[in-house]
C-alpha cells in the first residue's frame, strides 16, 4: 500500500514513518497531491482543509489524525475516517486497513 503522511510534526512523522516502514510511505510537513496514493493520512492542522478536498477530489483515500481538537474534528465529514492521538500502532493499521477497503 502506497501512504502519504502530512503532519506538521516531524517527531510524529518520524514515528508513523517507522510504524509503516514495511509500506511505501511519504512524508511531508506540507500539503501535496495526494493522487497516485493508496491512502493518506492526514493531520488537521495546519493544512487539514487543503488536504481534505484535494483528497476529495483526486478520491484518494484519507484517515485524519487529530490531537482532538474541536477545530480540527469539525474538518471530519460523514464518511470520513478519524484516528486521535495518541493512539496504538494497530489502531494506525487498522484505520488505514479500513479506508482503503
Known amino acids: 500500500m502506497k501512504i ?5 510534526d516531524p517527531i510524529m512523522l518520524r514515528s508513523v514513518a517507522r ?3 514495511a509500506h511505501a510511505v511519504t512524508t511531508s ?3 501535496v497531491d495526494p493522487a497516485g496514493f493508496d491512502v493518506a493520512l ?3 492542522d495546519p ?3 487543503a488536504m481534505h478536498r484535494a483528497c476529495h477530489v483526486t478520491k484518494t483515500p484519507h ?7 474541536p477545530k480540527a474534528l469539525d474538518l471530519v465529514t460523514a464518511g470520513d475516517h ?3 492521538k495518541p493512539f496504538l500502532n494497530d489502531d494506525l493499521i487498522a484505520a488505514l486497513e479500513k479506508a482503503h477497503a
Open 63 to 69: 484517515v485524519f489524525v487529530t490531537g482532538n481538537y
Open 4 to 8: 502519504l503522511y502530512v503532519d506538521d
Open 29 to 31: 510537513t506540507i500539503p
Open 42 to 44: 492526514l493531520d488537521c
Open 47 to 49: 493544512h487539514g482543509d
Open 19 to 21: 510504524v509503516l516502514r
Open 82 to 84: 478519524a484516528l486521535t
